[in-house]
Nanobody
Framework: QVQLVESGGGLVQAGDSLRLSCASS????????MGWFRQSPGKEREFVAG????????YYADSVKGRFTISRDNARNTVYLQMNSLKPEDTAVYYC???????????????????WGQGTQVTVSS
């Protein structure tokens, strides 16, 4: 069955870095665009970053541009999110998701993702 398992979350201080990983199985990883989303208490889930199936195109939310980097390793069926210069407002549960749509512009749209992980908590203290 399809599985997306996030890891790498934790409690850090403002200015620190974290690297999230999402190990995927049960589908042809290289045929899917991948995305990271996050949800803070009392807020809707929001797009963070997306990457095309071949890694050739990436998208970022304005709030993380220049601080976060999404990457993927198709040989390992894994997508990563390197988060630098973390801020308290980055505190959230982070989810990875898989999107089979061919148009890379759909990577920003939560509704286009078919598969989701369970999430990993990231807490940034001030």
């Amino acid at each position: 069955q399809v599985q997306l398992v996030e890891s790498g979350g934790g409690l850090v201080q403002a200015g620190d870095s974290l690297r999230l990983s999402c190990a995927s199985s049960g589908f042809i990883f290289s045929n899917y665009g991948m995305g990271w989303f996050r949800q803070s208490p009392g807020k809707e889930r929001e797009f963070v970053a997306g990457i095309r199936r071949d890694g050739g195109i990436t998208y970022y939310a304005d709030s993380v541009k220049g601080r976060f980097t999404i990457s993927r390793d198709n040989a390992r069926n894994t997508v990563y999110l390197q988060m630098n210069s973390l801020k308290p407002e980055d505190t959230a549960v982070y989810y990875c998701a898989a999107n089979s749509a061919r148009l890379s512009s759909t990577l920003r749209a939560e509704g286009t993702y078919e598969y989701w992980g369970q999430g990993t908590q990231v807490t940034v203290s001030s």
